[in-house]
């Protein structure tokens, strides 16, 4: 099981960029349901969640990336994908791929934004630089 992101690269600021992620070796269906999301980390900084998605598309953003950001999924490829806008240096970072998964219930996406501990699974990472 795995997930494996891309789409990372290095652009100037107010530029975009589209993360993916393939998630492999899950049967996301075979749960109650989950939490798929993108956290991020900047150099000498904690892991943030940045934007979650749940099974029935309910999606939860950080504020610093509202507006800018949209998360969204495509069930029949179980590909995560983070479309990213107006970039700013600050976005800078390892952004990794995440999930959650419940066996009962549901998933509140809320939760797992600010607790990114729930996440079961990771990806390794991929390094967007966004440049002033």
């Known amino acids: 099981a795995a997930l494996v992101e891309s789409g990372g690269g290095s652009v100037q600021a107010g530029g975009s960029l589209r993360l993916s992620c393939v998630i492999s070796?899950?049967?996301?269906?075979?749960?109650?349901?989950?939490?798929l999301g993108w956290v991020r980390q900047a150099p000498g900084s904690e892991r943030e969640g940045v934007a979650i998605?749940?099974?029935?598309?309910?999606?939860t953003y950080a504020d610093s990336v509202k507006g800018r950001f949209s998360i969204s999924q495509d069930s029949a490829k179980n590909t995560l994908y983070l479309q990213m806008s107006n970039l700013k240096p600050e976005d800078s970072g390892m952004y990794y791929c995440?999930?959650?998964?419940?066996?009962?219930?549901?998933?509140?996406?809320?939760?797992?934004?600010?607790?990114?501990?729930?996440?079961?699974?990771w990806g390794q990472g991929t390094q967007v630089t966004v440049a002033s």
């Open positions: 995440a999930a959650r998964f419940i066996e009962e219930g549901p998933c509140d996406s809320d939760d797992v934004l600010e607790n990114i501990g729930l996440f079961h699974a």
């Open positions: 070796g899950y049967f996301l269906h075979g749960y109650s349901d989950y939490c």
């Open positions: 998605i749940a099974h029935d598309d309910t999606k």
